[in-house]
C-alpha cells in the first residue's frame, strides 16, 4: 500500500458542507440569486426601451420610404405631364410653322400674281400707247400726204374743199 493511501485512509472523511469550497459555491449561487433579479429587470427594461426604439426608427423609416415612394410617383407624374405638355408645345409650334409657311406661300403667290398682272396691264397699257401713238402718226401722214397730194392735184377752191371733208372723214377710218 503506498503512503498516501494510508494516510488518508486513517482519518475520519469530512462531511461535503463544511469545506470552504462547497460555501464559496453556495454564497456565489446567493449573490447571482440576489443580483439576477434587479439585473433582470434592468437588462429587460433597458432591452425593452431599445426594442421600442428600434420600433420606432422602423415606424419612422415605414413612412418616409412611403413619403418618399409618394414623392417620386408625384414627380413622375408631374415629370410625365410635362413631358406630355411639351410634346403638345411642340406640335403646336410645328403646326403653327405649318399654318404660317403656308399663309407666307400664299402671300408670296398673291404677291407675284399681282405683279404679273401689274405687269400685264403695264404691258398691255404700253401696246394701247404705243397703238394710239402710231395710228396718230399714222394719221399725221395720211393728213399730211393727202394734203399733198390735193395741193398737186387740185387747184382752187375745190381742193380746200376736198381736203376740209378728207380731214373730218379722216378719224372715222382710222378707228
Known amino acids: 500500500m503506498s503512503t498516501a493511501y494510508a494516510a488518508t485512509s486513517g482519518a475520519a472523511a469530512e462531511p461535503f458542507w463544511h469545506a470552504p469550497t462547497f ?3 453556495v454564497s456565489f449561487v446567493i449573490l447571482v440569486g440576489l443580483l439576477f433579479k434587479p439585473v433582470w429587470g434592468f437588462a429587460t427594461k433597458a432591452l425593452d426601451e431599445k426594442i421600442a426604439d428600434i420600433q420606432s426608427r422602423i415606424e419612422e423609416a415605414t413612412l418616409l420610404r412611403e413619403e418618399a415612394q409618394n414623392l417620386l410617383a408625384a414627380t413622375k407624374r408631374k415629370l ?3 413631358e406630355k405638355e411639351g410634346e403638345d408645345i411642340i406640335a403646336t ?3 403653327e410653322a ?3 409657311r403656308q399663309r407666307m406661300t400664299d402671300d408670296l403667290e398673291a404677291s407675284l400674281k399681282r405683279r404679273e398682272k401689274q405687269a400685264v396691264d403695264r404691258i398691255a397699257q404700253a401696246e394701247a400707247d ?3 401713238e402710231v395710228r396718230a402718226i399714222a394719221a399725221d401722214l395720211a393728213i399730211d400726204a393727202t394734203r399733198t397730194l ?3 392735184e ?3 377752191d375745190k381742193a380746200a374743199s ?3 371733208d378728207a380731214i373730218q372723214d379722216l378719224p372715222s377710218k382710222l378707228n
Open 23 to 25: 460555501w464559496v459555491a
Open 80 to 82: 410625365t405631364e410635362a
Open 93 to 95: 409650334a410645328r403646326d
Open 98 to 100: 405649318q399654318i404660317l
Open 130 to 132: 404705243a397703238t394710239s
Open 150 to 152: 390735193l395741193a398737186d
Open 154 to 156: 387740185a387747184q382752187g
Open 162 to 164: 376736198l381736203i376740209d
